[in-house]
């Protein structure tokens, strides 16, 4: 099993930038395949973006392709959303999860999750 935890997230103005950071314990990450997905209230879990195990190949959801990046440092034991150019659409709870699979984009594909982390722009 691995457990993932993740920090980074806060309030910050329309414009600006946030490090999402995505901790793991338990076996190590580079077992794994990566996600970003985030939540938004009365809204349906959705995909932000996938990284393979190496880190060799990614994919990011077209709402945010161009402003998201996702990397990993498996040395590290940690996957990371650097996210620009934030709007306040992106206003959400923003989780990492897991998976044994390959790069995957449905939430059921993934094994393991973390708790979130909010993130909240203002405009």
């Known amino acids: 099993q691995v457990q993932l935890v993740e920090s980074g997230g806060g309030l910050v103005q329309a414009g600006g930038s946030l490090r999402l950071s995505c901790a793991a314990s338990?076996?190590?990450?580079?077992?794994?395949?990566m996600g970003w997905f985030r939540q938004a209230p009365g809204k349906e879990r959705e995909f932000v973006a996938t990284i393979s195990r190496s880190g060799g190949s990614t994919r990011h959801a077209d709402s945010i392709r161009g402003r998201f990046t996702i990397s990993r440092d498996n040395a590290r034991n940690t996957v990371y959303l650097q996210m620009n150019s934030l709007k306040p659409e992106d206003t959400a709870v923003y989780y990492c999860a897991a998976t044994s699979a390959r790069v995957a984009e449905v939430p059921r594909e993934y094994d393991y999750w973390g708790q979130g982390t909010q993130v909240t722009v203002s405009s």
């Open positions: 338990g076996r190590t990450l580079s077992s794994y395949a």
